[in-house]
């Protein structure tokens, strides 16, 4: 798993923006990765009406409504793990249970540093309907973007989704988009312990860390068989 660093102050902020190049666009304004309180204690379990709760704009969720298990993940655009869990499991997870109306997927953001966070606002800002086409693409590409020049790969990137240059750096520039991705981010740390990536919620269980098919297969089966 990656971990968080709930510790990074403005200056350190200001200098990790810059040496990834990131300052000119605009996100170095604010320090998105600071605690505003005490995280909670880990616990393999958490109260599922709590976590249920979307952020400011809404969750990303795939799957039926009716599915008897819900699959929240958390993770990060820069998690050499979470893009492991998101190329070799992810595809399978959707064959056998997402499309299958067994599962409703649903996906937040947890950045851990602002490269991330870049990641993630451009899947925002591109609609719902890409969010998670992009999210992906990142992940199978992050060899090619989590570099120290990251700007020019990211464009490219973003252009395969429709973004010019003037869009991409009003996205990487917008203040509400950053703010709700923090805030998705800060309430997993405060209330459901979430200090590191890939981790994942299976109807209120905490799964650590990068996971095969067969471990949440696991986990899955034994809430169907039950219901």
């Not at 509400?176 to 800060?186: E, F, S, T």
């Amino acid at each position: 798993m990656q971990e968080l660093t709930l510790t990074l102050n403005r200056r350190q902020f200001a200098m990790a923006t810059a040496s990834l190049g990131l300052a000119g666009a605009g996100i170095a304004s604010t320090v998105i990765f600071h605690p505003t309180g005490p995280a909670k204690a880990d616990t393999l379990e958490v109260n599922m009406a709590e976590l249920a709760k979307p952020g400011p704009e809404g969750d990303i969720v795939l799957g039926s409504a009716k599915a008897p298990v819900t699959i929240i993940e958390y993770a990060s655009m820069t998690c050499p793990h979470c893009a492991h869990f998101s190329v070799t499991t992810f595809p399978e997870l959707r064959k056998r249970y997402i499309d299958t109306g067994k599962v409703r997927f649903i996906f937040r953001e947890f950045p851990l540093d602002p490269l991330a966070a870049a990641g993630f606002m451009l899947a925002r800002c591109a609609g719902n309907d890409k969010f998670m086409p992009i999210v992906e693409t990142l992940f199978a590409k992050q060899p090619e973007w989590v570099v120290p020049r990251p700007l020019t790969p990211l464009l490219d990137i973003a252009k395969q989704f429709g973004f010019t240059k003037e869009s991409f750096d009003a996205c990487l520039a917008n203040q509400k988009v950053l703010d709700a991705i923090q805030k998705v981010r800060d309430r997993a740390a405060e209330k459901f312990g979430v200090n590191s990536t890939p981790i994942f919620f299976i109807n209120g269980k905490k799964l650590l860390g990068d996971q095969s098919i067969d471990a949440m297969a696991k986990v899955i089966d034994s809430y169907l068989k039950a219901g």
